[in-house]
T-cell receptor, first 114, second 112 residues
């Protein structure tokens, strides 16, 4: 069974640009969550989608947005990039979205903002 | 004070040692407790999952939860060099959906 796939794996942007990251969950998983990981703050929850609906959102500014498609694939977008947005962005899927903690993570998209 | 505190390490041990990793937390509403392992340049993978207080054993790994002290532990017996990774504790309140609060992780180095 294929795992969670995230693209691109690495990318470099400059301040003010925008970026779109993609996530394909494990087949059959309907819930997709996004986390930001930095050395200073660790893993922080961005948002969670289930059946194309955002069910939960973390404490991030409106520059961070996401969506989920009918095939459960998800994208997140960061507009007007800032240096502090440099991080590893992790996508995780789970079968039902229930709060069991059984999240299956992808390998992440490492974003560098110059 | 952060909701979940975890010593960043690194924690260096020789092969075969018993390793103890710990987290403390402040939110008494947390009910689900997890340990994830993250190798360099990889995403976290779920190691152990426990609900409420008590112990859970899986092979060389034992997870303990003490809700009265707001303290959770992961023990690794007979540690191996392949156990070298960052270990993240995570917890949730049991409501909401797939929202976990993570510790910052402890880096473990097991030397042959």
């Amino acid at each position: 069974k294929a795992g969670v796939t995230q693209t691109p794996r690495y990318l470099i942007k400059t301040r003010g640009q925008q970026v779109t990251l993609s996530c394909s969950p494990i087949s059959g998983h309907r819930s997709v969550s996004w986390y930001q990981q930095t050395p200073g703050q660790g893993l922080q929850f961005l948002f969670e989608y289930f059946s194309e609906t955002q069910r939960n959102k973390g404490n991030f500014p409106g520059r961070f947005s996401g969506r989920q498609f009918s095939n459960s694939r998800s994208e997140m977008n960061v507009s007007t990039l800032e240096l502090g947005d440099s991080a590893l962005y992790l996508c995780a899927s789970s079968p039902s979205g229930g709060n069991t903690g059984e999240l299956f993570f992808g390998e992440g998209s490492r974003l560098t903002v110059l | 004070q952060k909701e979940v505190e975890q010593d960043p390490g690194p924690l260096s041990v020789p092969e075969g040692a018993i390793v103890s990793l710990n987290c403390t937390y402040s939110n008494s509403a947390f009910q689900y407790f997890m340990w994830y392992r993250q190798y360099s340049r990889k995403g976290p993978e779920l190691l152990m999952y426990t609900y409420s207080s008590g112990n859970k054993e899986d092979g060389r790994f034992t997870a303990q939860v003490d809700k009265s002290s707001k303290y959770i532990s992961l023990f690794i017996r007979d540690s191996q060099p392949s156990d070298s990774a960052t270990y993240l504790c995570a917890m949730s309140v049991g409501s909401g959906y797939s929202t976990l609060t993570f510790g910052k992780g402890t880096m473990l180095l097991v030397s042959p």
